[in-house]
């Protein structure tokens, strides 16, 4: 039995309604609990802001990242952010680092945790790919993990919403999940993975996908329709059609709307749309391209049933990976830029590109206002997800940075003061005053995905959650985050102290241990005689169509890294 | 002025990389302080005086510093990486990435080079007296951008990928260059006294003359009308590289 | 008896995983679906020449010893060293790699994949400018014209066209080969080449070239062509130009003809803009046909661990990548290792006799199941059991896509993966020591 008694931390746990209260926290045996014997050791927080481990809900992490390293070898020696990148040597107790945008895994696993994040969940895991990214799961040391599994240009998926099976599709989503040993359900560009098979995009919500008899809504509401049924802990995890298109905001509006109709079968929102700042475009071209925040966050606001992530840009290199194959391939040819791609049989689509945000460019300028834009203009912090869509709007590692221009208007003003005439007509954010305090913060890094993931023991600091915390040295009430943000920056780019499970993974900014994390997947019960009939579809398509038998597509239990499933039952 | 005289203590095989040594490390330092600067050497480092016999004569700032190689330096690595100003001189071969993103200052080998001589370059000057390896004046893998300014003359022959992702500065060969010469040229200046083999593939801007022969001429090219004359010699004028609707300019006889 | 289904092939690229082995008596006595190739890997295991027990070389023989002696010799060689060389590891499985990279880690090596003379410059050609491609099943499914481009899959990978490409029969491809266009490029009229639509003969060396004039017409500059190009008449080139353009879905299978031939990574490299071009009319992927079974999970592995996919340095105990300088020829021509693993693949057979000769100057480790040319030099032997067959372990396909190897009968030996944790250990031990 282990104990650990945090004194006189400055907790700050918006799941409770905590806001900076001087308070103690207990721990045994990796858990919060309400007391801790005399033996237990004493770790003193006085002065030091204390919060849940922060959760990354939607990062490319592993998997599709690998190709980003493999074509892009000149990211290793990068070191734009001193001591979260860059080529490290190994030590005694940390394995060799490399990389700014695509880290190798063990540095992922390491720099998460210097900034007191304990969960991360990949974004995009293809089916028939599952198996690779549980093996780089395996390699990224601390954090617990989970990821969301494609399901938005999938064959089995378009058939069974064409020909109006909603009970078969429930059930084959169940088994996706399984065979993935996946957490949740992703649809990128619904149905544009498909037509991107044959060179082709979809152009929005009622453009059908080529010969399968659907549109994007149809994907939308059948998957939507089946996550609930299934009473997933998550709802439909959706990147919009038109991503990166001027005027796509419309298309980002409608598809929200879309959702107002959709029951959530669980104390969650029934949509989550990712990376806003890519689909909140107005205009009509690059030309007129103007921000689309504030239509976007005028509807959010009046809205109650989605939540959303920002996919905040940073200024420097990124690397930009996505299911959204067309998309990549308009990207590299607009930026004359390197191109992979890798469509996946009977499945989805790929892409990755490295391109540079620069301030100096009107258009890079104005998406790295609407990021902000989205989380300042959006009153309730808990619709917000705080991401970068690490590494496509810029890597995690800048995070501390992001939360300066959140807290500091007087930052954000530095940012613009390099910005040309043209990019401040066309942004909104220069008028904008509102600053995050920490508790807002928490919110957005934390307690939201504790939240609109289902998970109760992640993301606070509750008796009973997890013990992964996060102990930074600031003081609320005691720093002015508007005026003295680089004192911000630092506390959070190396966190005094990070428990995973109750375990001091980093102290003073550096890795104490390297724990291995846990795996979260999802096991979605479905009656025997629906699983059957739905088999026997999918059969059928493994023996005319897949290039792998149906038992070698599923991942065995021994890819998994400490395991954790969580069952749910559907109804039917 | 400080002229810092280097020798190796004996002939090594697993390179010695000497990034560390350039002008602005050992201007102004003594020969003991110059020995202490540690190397790597394989799978561990040294101090600079376990390998080297180090003389220190005067003392300098770093403009008014001489380094002088005197010997076979062709397993040492990295010399003179980096650099912004003062002087190399190598009276040897010298290893891999000579050069390498220097900023300012000159180096002067009379003796071969090998690969990556001048890599991401960005000023100053170096003047081979001898033959070079592969990817003169290039970028480091994966790197879209390789010599972006400065000079380099090579009074022999190199190898292939001369220049590759040159985005800036002048490279002159007196000699042949090998295989696909100012490939993916952005800008940069290149001139081959010798014959050349499929030269400036993928040429985005910048200028290529090639005096000596043309092998393989890349079927990219459009041929402009009339000749183009340069220093009183006339050549063919090409344009492209089309594929990459390049604005380059590939002047051959 | 024990009929195993769903067993996976670890011959080539191709990791077919339809075959089902009758295991009697821990022997395999029946194979089905594999290829000539596969077959005689599950069942030729007996007949090639396996090292039979571990050895080290005393006073020039290679002497039996028990694994632990090995281990511990090979373990010394390590911590003497200051510049390891470990190569090979592509006929292994992923987990074995991981292991391998960790002691490179550990001991401060260089590691590199047999790729060093395969297709490693198709890495290089992605790091110019990515790699367009897609899973076999696309081209199955999709694919209406088909280049085998410096490949021979007749003789490499014998059920790669039935199974996945220009046999093979989908969704959108119902009619097989009679629905497909196969065009073969090559420098001689292989075997692949007699089975094909078209046959484009091109001179030794000229790949560039040719991929270069399908560049230059795809994006409208017909022009600048000449005559001929790559030895082929202009008015060939432009009609397949044109045959690509009008595609529904176009793949190129492209394998050591285009990665080794004179301008090397540049062919890929090209060929990769010539995909990128010809997406703007159709659609257009490429896929390398990679030689042993998991070369593509070296290099999987490899970059997930270290950011790089091959020829990875930890002299400065974090990598460094350079193909050209840190690649397993570029090191041993230069007679820079002071020591070497040879595993899972064979150094002797295939490098340069100057690098072999270095090779036979320096103190090898082998890691094989089989006694090769490596072994006549090795000083340290230490067998290993056959991945797929006696281990399980995870490999990746051509493709990228990863699969669970299985093992279908048992072994004295021990693993890959047992045998660099060993060592692994061992080398901690004597480090602890010291």
Redo the contacts between chains.
């Keep these: 039995m282990s104990e650990i008694l945090i004194k006189n931390a400055s907790v700050c746990d918006p799941a409770q309604g905590i806001n900076c209260e001087t308070m103690d926290i207990c721990i045994r045996d990796g858990k919060i609990v309400d007391s801790v014997s005399e033996n237990a050791k004493v770790i003193d927080a006085e002065g030091k802001l204390t919060m849940a481990g922060g959760f990354d809900g939607h990062t490319h992490s ?1 998997g599709k ?3 980003g ?8 020696k990068k070191n734009l952010v001193p001591g979260l990148s860059g ?4 030590t005694e107790k940390t ?5 700014y945008n ?5 540095a992922i696993g390491y720099r998460y945790a210097k900034l007191g994040y304990t969960t991360i969940c990949e974004a995009a895991i293809p089916l ?2 599952a ?2 990214t549980h ?2 799961f395996k ?1 990224i040391p601390i954090l617990d993990k989970m990821g969301l599994s494609l399901f938005g240009s999938n ?1 089995q998926v378009m058939e069974y919403i064409r020909d109006k099976e909603p009970e078969k599709l429930a059930a084959y989503i169940a088994w996706g999940l399984k065979a993935s040993r996946g957490y949740g359900v992703k649809i990128v560009n619904p149905g544009g993975g498909e037509a ?4 082709k995009n979809v152009s929005g919500l009622y453009d059908p996908v080529p ?1 399968f008899d659907v549109t994007p809504a149809e994907i939308l509401m059948g998957l939507a329709e089946a996550n609930e049924r299934l009473q997933l802990p998550h709802s439909v995890h959706v990147h919009c059609n038109n991503l990166g298109k001027p005027g796509n905001y419309a298309t980002t509006i409608e598809t929200m709307k879309l959702f107002e109709k959709v029951k959530p079968s669980r104390d969650r929102q029934s949509l989550h749309v990712t990376h806003v700042q890519f689909n909140a475009y107005a205009g009509t071209s690059w030309r007129d391209f103007e921000t689309g925040a504030p239509m976007v966050a005028d509807y959010v606001n009046g809205a109650d049933h989605m939540t959303f992530d920002l996919g905040q840009v940073i200024f420097g290199p990124a690397m930009t990976m996505t299911a959204d194959g067309p998309v990549e ?1 308009a990207n ?2 607009m930026l ?11 499945e989805d689509a790929s892409g ?2 490295p391109l540079f945000y620069s301030p100096k460019s009107f258009v890079n300028a104005v998406q790295w206002a609407i990021g902000l834009e989205l989380a300042l203009l959006v009153k309730d912090p808990w619709k917000v997800m705080f991401t970068t869509d690490s590494p496509n709007g810029g890597s995690f590692v800048n995070y501390p940075e992001a939360f300066t221009y959140l807290m500091s208007e007087k930052r954000r003003a530095e940012v613009i003061s390099g910005f040309s005439k043209m990019a401040l007509d066309r942004m909104v954010l220069p008028g904008i005053d509102r600053e995050l305090d920490f508790y807002e913060l928490a919110v957005m890094t934390r307690s939201t995905q504790s939240k609109m993931y289902s998970m109760p023991e992640k993301g606070n600091l509750k008796v009973g959650s997890d013990a992964d915390i996060a102990i930074y040295d600031i003081l609320p009430g005691h720093v002015d985050p508007s005026t003295e943000y680089a004192k911000v920056k630092k506390a959070f780019s190396g966190a005094a102290y990070t428990f995973k499970n109750g375990e001091i993974v980093v102290k003073d900014g550096e890795i104490e241990e390297t724990p291995k994390g846990k795996t979260y997947w999802v096991n979605a019960k479905v009656p025997e005689n629906i699983d059957t009939a739905m088999q026997k579809d999918i059969d059928r398509k493994f023996r ?6 149906k ?2 597509y599923m991942v ?1 239990d021994m890819y998994l890294q400490k395991p954790v499933e969580i069952g749910t039952e559907g109804v039917f | 002025m400080q002229v810092v005289k280097l020798s190796l203590k004996k002939a090594n095989k697993i390179p010695i990389e000497a990034d560390n040594a350039n002008p602005d490390n050992f201007a102004g330092k003594t020969a003991e302080e110059i020995g202490a600067i540690p190397v790597w050497y394989g799978n561990g480092q040294c101090p600079l005086g376990d390998l080297f016999n180090v003389e220190v004569e005067g003392s300098g700032s770093v403009e008014n510093t001489k380094i002088v190689f005197e010997g076979d330096v062709s397993r040492v690595k990295r010399i003179g990486q980096n650099m912004s100003a003062g002087e190399i001189e190598i009276n040897g071969n010298v290893d891999m990435h000579c050069g390498f993103g220097m900023k300012g200052g000159k180096v002067v080998i009379n003796g071969d080079a090998d690969s990556w001589l001048g890599c991401e370059m960005a000023g100053g000057e170096i003047i081979l007296n001898g033959n070079a390896s592969y990817y003169v004046g290039s970028g480091y893998r994966g790197e879209s951008c390789g010599m972006r300014g400065g000079k380099i003359t090579v009074n022999g022959n190199t190898k292939d990928y001369l220049g590759e992702h040159m985005c800036g500065g002048e490279i002159l060969v007196k000699g042949d260059a090998g295989l696909l010469p100012a490939i993916s040229n952005n800008g940069g200046k290149i001139v081959i006294e010798g014959s050349a083999t499929m030269p400036a593939s993928e040429m985005k801007n910048g200028t290529v003359i090639i005096k000596g022969e043309v092998f393989d001429l890349l079927p990219s090219y459009k041929e402009e009308e009339g000749t183009e004359e340069v220093e009183g010699v006339t050549y063919r004028k090409f344009t492209g590289d089309v594929n990459v609707g390049g604005k380059g300019v590939l002047l051959i006889k | 008896m024990p009929v195993i289904k769903d067993a996976v092939c670890s011959l080539c690229g191709s990791l077919c995983d339809d075959i089902t082995v009758t295991v009697e008596n821990n022997k395999i006595t029946k194979i089905e679906n594999a290829c000539i190739l596969g077959h005689s890997k599950f069942v030729g295991m007996f007949e090639h020449d396996r090292i039979e027990t571990p050895m080290i070389r005393k006073d020039g023989e290679l002497v039996p010893v028990p694994y632990e002696e090995a281990i511990e010799a090979a373990a010394k060689i390590l911590v003497n060293s200051k510049r390891t060389l470990s190569y090979g590891w592509c006929s292994t499985s992923c987990e074995a790699v991981s292991g391998a990279i960790q002691l490179a880690e550990e001991t401060g090596s260089i590691i590199d994949s047999t790729a060093n003379v395969c297709h490693g410059p198709s890495a290089l050609a992605a790091q110019e400018k990515g790699s367009p491609s897609a899973t076999l099943g696309e081209i199955k499914n999709r694919a209406d014209v088909i280049i085998f481009w410096g490949c021979n899959p007749v003789h490499a990978h014998p059920r790669h066209m039935v199974r996945y490409s220009s046999f093979s029969k989908g969704l959108f491809t119902e009619k097989g080969r009679k629905g497909r266009t196969m065009i073969v490029v090559d420098v001689r009229k292989t075997d692949t080449a007699k089975l094909a639509d078209r046959y484009v003969e091109i001179e030794q060396g000229s790949d560039l070239l040719l991929v270069t004039a399908l560049r230059s017409i795809v994006n409208g500059h017909e022009d600048v062509i000449p005559k001929t190009v790559a030895g082929v008449p202009k008015a060939e080139v432009v009609e397949l130009a044109e045959t690509l353009k009008n595609a529904k879905f176009v793949c190129i299978f492209f394998g050591m003809g285009v990665t080794q031939s004179r301008s090397k990574y540049k062919n890929g490299d090209a060929m990769s803009s010539l995909i990128s071009d010809l997406n703007q009319h159709t659609k257009a992927v490429m896929i390398g046909m990679r030689g042993h079974y998991n070369v593509t999970g070296f290099g999987q592995v490899a970059t997930w661990e270290t950011g790089f996919p091959m020829a990875i340095d930890f002299a400065r105990g974090y990598p460094y990548y350079n193909p050209g300088e840190t690649g397993a020829n570029d090191l041993l021509v230069r007679e820079e290792p002071d020591a070497a693993i040879i595993a899972a693949a064979d150094a002797g057979a295939h490098f340069p006799q100057k690098a072999v000769r270095h090779l036979a100057r320096i103190p090898v480790i082998q890691i094989d199941p089989y006694a090769n040319p490596t072994t006549e030099i090795a000083d340290v032997v230490i067998p290993a059991a056959v991945v797929g067959i006696e281990a399980e372990g995870t490999a990746y396909r051509m493709d990228a896509i990863s699969l669970r190897m299985k093992k279908l009968i048992d072994s004295k030996f021990k693993t890959d993966e047992e045998i660099v944790k060993d060592l692994t250990e061992k080398v901690r031990e004597m480090k602890r020591g010291a």
């Design positions: 592993a990242i690998n190709v390293r493999f074509m892009n070898p000149n990211d290793a080529q490290v040597a190994r394995r060799a680092q490399v990389g695509t880290p190798n895994t063990y028939l790919a198996r690779h093996e780089e390699e064959w991107w098979g044959w060179g010969n391939y590299a040819r004359h830029e390197k191109w992979s791609n890798q469509d996946i049989e009977l990755v590109v005319k169509y897949y290039t792998v038998s038992a070698n065995e």
